[in-house]
Antibody
Framework: QVQLQESGPGLVKPSETLSLTCTVSGGSISRYYWSWIRRPPGKGLEWIGYIYYSGSTNYSPSLKSRVTISVDTSKNQFSLKLNSVTAADTAVYYCARGKGDNSGFYYGVFDSWGQGTLVTVSS | DIVMTQSPDSLAVSLGERATINCKSSQSVLYSSNNKNYLTWYQQKPGQPPKLLIY???TRESGVPDRFSGSGSGTDFTLTISSLQAEDVAVYYCQQYYSTTLSFGGGTKVEI
């Protein structure tokens, strides 16, 4: 059973860069798509972007100018960087895996999630 | 971008009764080449991450109770809980993966 765990600072100052890492255990990061998703307080889920294990990425257009997602297959980790943050970026951030089976690997069906980590943007 | 709209925002259902949640996409999420609807449903309980319930609009994820079912095609979809249990209290989200820009509905809160 694959497990995902987010890690990183819980408090980031406005205009600085939010950095989170997702560590994958119990399975390989290879062959799958890996996403970051967030949920602002009192709001719904927002997809941030995904990375394929090979390194190709796709980002939400609304965040594309500020987001970078990277992968380190040797450490079974992938990471999120969001720069120039504001209070609107305060949210619980989740990492998630795209479902994969004998039929294929799907970037848009999230079958495993981390527990989530709250990141607050405040001075 | 594809906009996903859920209704209602919240609903209260008695134990053992049926709960129905609707999801509408701003454009079709039916891929004609394979006749599949690129639509998922998730359940999120307080303090927990979302849990995958349904994909391809109607395929239940392994381990999901059969009281959960998904239906619909094109732009209109429904998640039905046939007999609500206390543990089903949660927020439910639909999400499309037809477009490479993924998008979620706003969520529907189900209460007893």
């Amino acid at each position: 059973q694959v497990q995902l765990q987010e890690s990183g600072p819980g408090l980031v100052k406005p205009s600085e860069t939010l950095s989170l890492t997702c560590t994958v255990s119990g399975g390989s990061i290879s062959r799958y798509y890996w996403s970051w998703i967030r949920r602002p307080p009192g709001k719904g889920l927002e997809w941030i972007g995904y990375i394929y294990y090979s390194g190709s990425t796709n980002y939400s257009p609304s965040l594309k100018s500020r987001v970078t997602i990277s992968v380190d297959t040797s450490k079974n980790q992938f990471s999120l960087k969001l720069n120039s943050v504001t209070a609107a970026d305060t949210a619980v951030y989740y990492c998630a895996r795209g479902k994969g089976d004998n039929s294929g690997f799907y970037y848009g069906v999230f079958d495993s999630w981390g527990q989530g980590t709250l990141v607050t943007v405040s001075s | 971008d594809i906009v996903m709209t859920q209704s209602p925002d919240s609903l209260a259902v008695s134990l053992g009764e049926r709960a129905t949640i609707n999801c509408k996409s701003s454009q079709s999420v039916l891929y004609s080449s394979n006749n599949k609807n690129y639509l998922t449903w998730y359940q999120q309980k307080p303090g927990q991450p979302p849990k995958l319930l349904i994909y391809w609009a109607s395929t239940r994820e392994s381990g999901v109770p059969d009281r959960f079912s998904g239906s619909g095609s094109g732009t209109d979809f429904t998640l039905t809980i046939s007999s609500l249990q206390a543990e089903d209290v949660a927020v439910y989200y639909c999400q499309q993966y037809y477009s490479t820009t993924l998008s979620f509905g706003g969520g529907t809160k189900v209460e007893i």
